[in-house]
Structures are given as structure tokens and as C-alpha cells.
């Protein structure tokens, strides 16, 4: 399918131009996309015409070009009367406008149309929603909210309409960096604003608020990072509630200082009234950042989980409510941490760009083609599976009986933790599945017929190409075992099984040992599982909390860094640990390669307790820094659900 893809896009000013441009990666992996960002650019001919409509003067090139070639429009918000007064009153069109109005609103619409064009009024901006024009010639409606289709919907709109919430991406913020930056260090209580500062974001009452939580906290800080309205005097109001000395206006900044002072704050507040429908990408952008944030319960932005966000109502206990969440965030850091947990959890579930790009290409799709959209929901978060504590002890013993010399069992007995949790993470198979092991060396590779069902066991190791090994093993209870290895290097070789041919591929505690190219391991991997197919990779965890304690220490963090000596034997001379991963950067290797994670968390290698690191877990609480994944070993799980994405990802690749 080719959509033509009308919008402003950076470096324009607009919320909805940074919007279009994290949209468009993930879909132009699902279809053709022609872009038009200016008036001047032409469209080629395309299956349908889509248009990100905004409510200011960025987006007129595309509510002209949507009049004239009607597709389906995207309304960010459910008002446009900026967006017309600029396509006539600002080019000295006042018959336009007055028609505008009328078309509309009706007679009074137009009657007090007539009073603005006399300048005895302003534009009745919020009364007057100028939709009716648009709406009568889209195909379709994409909005973020229910609210907004309601909206559509009372302005007499019968055509297909989409609920697509706004898109956003979860990462890990950088908060100390920036405030360092601020010169403050990692307990002051730090408050942010963020986006254009108009009058209508609250921001008297906010600052009303903050200054009672500075008469409680005094050490707090405010930030407002956006470029102040002209109709708001930020300055002047400062200075009336005497908060110089506690509140910095940044103005605006670039998208990246943008996030990181987002992610240097401990509470961002995020209100507005009134609302006509829009959806704040900077809430978003707080939310997956894992920021706790405060937000108006008013339109769309009640629509937020309960859980995620804090809710201040509009009017009487406005200022009291603010103020009461603001001490709660700043007394209660655990809590605060908690509410911007779930908010990133939301996030993830509801608002992946991927998922986001997903629905579009359905809607835009079934609006071609006539067809009655159905909307892909959200996917249910995965609970682990519960492991009976029998369940782990008996594949424990069952692994143990597999030891073939005294060295086979005193790896056995030191790693069994390990390889009972990636037996565990495996997902069964029947007896027309296939499983693949690479760098396998058969101490759990029984245990995938006998114990998870796989009906066909391959397994890989390094060496020359089209060599293939049988192997055979007998347990200590008389149970046989044979498994045919393929020799081949798996960061150059093309793996000797056909396209879609295995069900699970195991890649565990092999990508550290790679020296040259593990994106060919990870598309071969790619091309070989069939659809929906499972890699489970293991490996170990360079941000661990052993890491941490040995850098800190003036040691090399890695789980192996050492060079290894050749054998007195003679014999070939194992891989030695080229690099080692965290466990975020497994889930951008599983994205970049194709696959969903599924799983991603991090344990012990063995089962011994680690109190010398308490040190390093109290430093992490103290500077808010990131708690999860710091266990030694990555176990991650991921689901094929396409080709490739990023060959040779930057964050990998020189």
C-alpha cells in the first residue's frame, strides 16, 4: 500500500512535526510512504492520502491539500479555529472567515464573527470548533482519545473513526546528568513544566502550589523548559510569589536537553484548562521516562489509568490537590518511583510507536479497500509462568544425571542454576517442532525432547563449515541421547538449515564470545525461526551489580575479561568473552533483529547470595537510578514478528 503522508516535520516547532517523524520509522516498515512537508512538495499518485492536522499555522499546506483530495485525516485535537483564522484573518481574508464561522456554527456563529471583523471582540476560539468543512470530506478519522470521537461524532460525523493513542517511546532517563547541569545534586526535590507555557496549562496555580511546597521542603526546585506565551507574564509572576530563587525558566530548548531535564525531574506537572481533546506528547514522553505526572482530570487526559498518573480536578481544590500531590512526591520518593514504574508500564502496553504504526496501516488499509476496521488491542502483559519449586529441583537432578566425568559434574553442580532457569524459560514444543541449540554442548540439550517435548533436536558449534558431528550420551539411569552438531562460524556463515525451519532457536552464552558481526548471527537466527518462532538468548549482564562494585573499585566490570592461555595440550583454544551486553541493550538487539521481547530479566548464574553488593544497591537508591535488571546473567525471550529491522544498529556498529 502507498499512503501519501502529509505533515510538518522538524525542525518546524511543532508537537505534531516530532509526532510525524517517530511515526514514520515504524510505518514505513508496514508500507510506501511518499511524504509532503511543505506546501511546495508534490504528491505522486498513492492508494490513500493521510493528514496530521493541528490547530496553528504549521499545518495549513495540509487541511488545504485534505480539501482538495480527500483521505483520512488525523485530528490531534478537536478544534481548528486557530487553524482557520490563520488561513483568512491572517491573510486579511475577513469574507472567509465570517463564511467559516457561519459554515460552522450557524447564524450566531456568523453574527459574532461579524463583531470580531469590527474588532469589538476576540475569535470565539473555543466556541466555534471549524470541523464541520473537514470532517464532510474525510474518508476517515484517526484521534487519540475517546473523548475526541465523541467529539467527532456530535458534529455529525458517520464515517469510519479510529482510537489510536499517541505514540511514545519507554526509556531509561538520564537524570543526573542534567542535574548536574542545573547545579543541583541527586536529593533536591526537582519539579518540572514542559512544553509552549500558555496561560491555559495552569501555570499560576502551579506555581501557587509550588510555593507551599517550598514553605515545606524548602531545598525544592522548578523548572519550566518551553517558550513562554506572549499573553503570559512568567517573569513578573515569579517574582510576585517571591520564587526567583527557586524556580529557572529555560525557554526553549532542543528535543534532546528537551528529555533530559524531563528526565532529570522527580514530578512534572502537565495540566490545562480548558481542553479541546489534545494529547500531550510531552505527558507521553514523561510517562515513558517513568515519571510520575500530574495532569488535569479533564478530557482525554482522564482516560489515563488511575494508577499511572495523579489526577488534580478542575476548580474549587485545584491549587489544594496540586499541592497535596507535589509533598507526596517530594516526602515519598519510594512512591513516586512507583507511580512513574506503572506510568512506563502503560507506556509500553498502549503506546508503542510500533503498536501505534500497526493500527494505522490496518485503518488506512480497510479505508482503501471498504472494509470494516477492527483494532488490534493492546497485547497483555506476559505473567512469568509459575515454576513449582519441584518442578526446578527435579530438573536440576534430572540435569545432574547427564554428567559424563567428575568435570562434567562440577559444572553441572556450579551452573545448574542457570541451566534450570533456561529450561524453564523455553517455550514446550510438540512433536512436530524443531529446536535448534547453538554452542551446544549436550548439558541440557536431552532435557528439550525428554522434558519439553521437542519432537526434532539440532544442535551448532564453531568450526569449519559443512562439517556435521553425531553425538551421543547415556545418563547415569540408562536413558540415551543423540543429536547431530553442524560446524560453522556463526558471526560469517550462512546457517546450513532452510528459511523457517526451526521453532526455538537457544543462543545461550555465545553472543559475548562473537568478534565480528553478531547482527549476521542474529539474522540468520531471523531467517531460519518460522513466524511467531522463539530465540531465547542468555548472556551475561555488564550492568550488573557485580559490574558496578568492580568499576567503582578500579577493576573491569565484565563477567570474563581475562585472555586466555593456550592449552599444554595443544588443543583449540575456547573463544574468550569479545563483549558483553546489558540487558536494555538485548531488548534493542531483539527489536533491531526482528523480534518482540517477551521476556527480559536478569538472575544468577549460581545460586549464591551476593550481600557484598548491599553498597551499590543503597548508591543506586540514592542517586534514583535504575533498580531492575542488575542480576549477573540476561535471560531474554523473544518472538519473531518480521524481517530484519536495523542491519547495523549505531548503538553496535562504528
Known amino acids: 500500500m502507498r499512503v501519501a503522508f502529509f505533515s510538518p516535520l522538524p525542525p518546524e516547532r511543532s508537537g505534531i512535526a516530532d509526532y510525524s517523524a517517530a511515526l514514520l520509522g515504524p510505518l514505513r516498515a508496514l508500507a510506501e510512504i511518499d511524504v509532503i512537508a511543505s506546501a511546495e512538495a508534490g504528491a505522486r499518485p498513492s492508494d490513500i492520502a493521510l493528514y496530521q492536522i493541528g490547530n496553528n499555522r504549521h499545518h495549513a499546506f495540509v487541511y488545504e491539500a485534505a480539501l482538495r483530495q480527500p483521505g483520512v485525516i488525523v485530528l490531534h485535537e478537536a478544534n481548528l479555529h486557530h487553524l482557520i483564522a490563520d488561513l483568512t484573518i491572517r491573510r486579511a481574508d475577513w469574507d472567509a472567515y465570517v463564511t467559516e464561522c457561519e459554515y460552522s456554527g450557524g447564524p450566531e ?17 473555543e ?86 511546597l517550598v514553605r515545606v521542603a524548602p531545598t525544592a526546585r522548578m523548572i519550566l523548559c518551553g517558550e513562554p506565551h506572549p499573553d503570559l507574564p512568567l517573569e513578573a509572576a515569579i517574582q510576585a ?127 482503501a479497500n471498504g472494509r470494516e476496521w477492527q483494532p488490534e488491542p493492546a497485547p497483555a502483559p506476559e505473567a512469568p509462568p509459575a515454576v513449582a519449586p519441584e518442578r526446578t529441583s527435579e530438573l536440576s537432578a534430572y540435569l545432574r544425571t547427564w554428567a559424563a566425568d567428575e568435570s562434567s559434574r562440577q559444572y553441572l553442580e556450579t551452573h545448574a542454576t542457570r541451566l534450570v532457569k533456561t529450561l524453564e524459560l523455553i ?39 559443512g562439517r556435521t558431528d553425531l553425538r551421543t ?12 552438531i553442524d560446524h560453522f562460524d556463526a ?70 575479561p581475562a585472555y586466555l592461555r593456550p592449552p599444554d595440550s595443544g588443543g583449540a583454544l575456547e573463544a574468550r568473552h569479545n563483549r558483553e551486553y546489558t540487558a536494555r541493550e538485548i531488548g534493542m538487539l531483539l527489536a533491531d533483529s526482528g523480534f518482540e521481547t517477551v521476556r527480559l530479566e536478569t538472575g544468577e548464574f549460581r545460586d549464591a547470595p551476593h550481600p557484598e553488593h548491599a553498597w551499590v544497591k543503597h548508591l543506586l537508591e540514592r542517586y534514583r537510578l535504575d533498580m531492575e535488571l542488575r542480576g549477573d546473567g540476561i535471560y531474554a525471550l523473544g518472538r519473531k514478528t518480521g524481517p530484519v529491522k536495523t542491519r547495523r544498529p549505531v548503538w553496535l556498529y562504528s
Request: glycine letters at 10%.
Open 427 to 465: 517455550p514446550p514444543g510438540s512433536p512436530g517442532d524443531r529446536i535448534l541449540e547453538m554452542g551446544a554442548y549436550l548439558q541440557l540439550t536431552p532435557a528439550l525432547t525428554s522434558k519439553l517435548g521437542y519432537g526434532s533436536v539440532r544442535g551448532c558449534y564453531y568450526g569449519p563449515a
Open 109 to 125: 456563529a456568523r453574527a459574532y464573527a461579524e463583531r470580531v471583523r469590527r474588532l469589538e471582540t476576540g475569535p470565539d476560539y
Open 491 to 560: 558471526s560469517a556463515d550462512r546457517f546450513p538449515y532452510p528459511d523457517g525451519h526451526f521453532r526455538t532457536v537457544l543462543c545461550c552464552e555465545l553472543i559475548e564470545h562473537l568478534s565480528e558481526d553478531p547482527m549476521h548471527m542474529m539474522s540468520e537466527v531471523n531467517r531460519i525461526l518460522a513466524p511467531g518462532g522463539y530465540i531465547l538468548l542468555t548472556t551475561p549482564n555488564a550492568a550488573s551489580l557485580r559490574a558496578i562494585a568492580a568499576v567503582l573499585q578500579g577493576y573491569h566490570p565484565g563477567f570474563f
Open 127 to 212: 466556541g466555534v470548533t471549524m470541523l464541520r468543512r473537514l470532517l464532510e470530506s474525510a474518508l476517515g478519522v484517526i484521534v487519540h482519545s475517546h473523548y475526541v470521537e465523541a467529539k467527532v461524532r456530535a458534529a455529525g460525523y458517520g464515517g469510519p473513526v479510529a482510537v489510536i493513542p499517541h505514540g511514545a517511546n519507554a526509556a531509561v532517563p538520564a537524570r543526573n546528568e542534567y542535574r548536574h547541569k542545573l547545579g543541583l545534586d541527586e536529593i533536591v526535590p526537582l519539579v518540572g513544566i514542559f512544553g509552549f507555557l500558555k496561560p491555559y496549562k495552569r501555570i499560576h496555580e502551579c506555581l501557587r502550589a509550588f510555593r507551599r
Open 241 to 367: 510569589l517571591h520564587l526567583s530563587a527557586h524556580v529557572r525558566v529555560l525557554g526553549f530548548v532542543p528535543s534532546a536537553d528537551f528529555e533530559g531535564y524531563l528526565g532529570a525531574c522527580d514530578a512534572v506537572l502537565n495540566l490545562r484548562f480548558p481542553t479541546v481533546g489534545e494529547t500531550s506528547g510531552t505527558l507521553l514522553r514523561a510517562m515513558g521516562l517513568g515519571k510520575p505526572v500530574v495532569v488535569s482530570d479533564i478530557g482525554a487526559f482522564g482516560e489515563f489509568p488511575d494508577d499511572a498518573c495523579l489526577k488534580a480536578p478542575v476548580g474549587p481544590g485545584e491549587e489544594d490537590a496540586i499541592f497535596e500531590y507535589l509533598d507526596l512526591l517530594a516526602s515519598r520518593p519510594e512512591a513516586a518511583q512507583a507511580i512513574g514504574a506503572r506510568a512506563r508500564e502503560c507506556v509500553v502496553r498502549e503506546c508503542s510507536w510500533e503498536l501505534a504504526a500497526r493500527r494505522y496501516t490496518a485503518f488506512l488499509e480497510a479505508v
Open 473 to 484: 550420551a547415556v545418563s547415569a539411569e540408562g536413558e540415551r541421547f543423540a543429536c547431530e
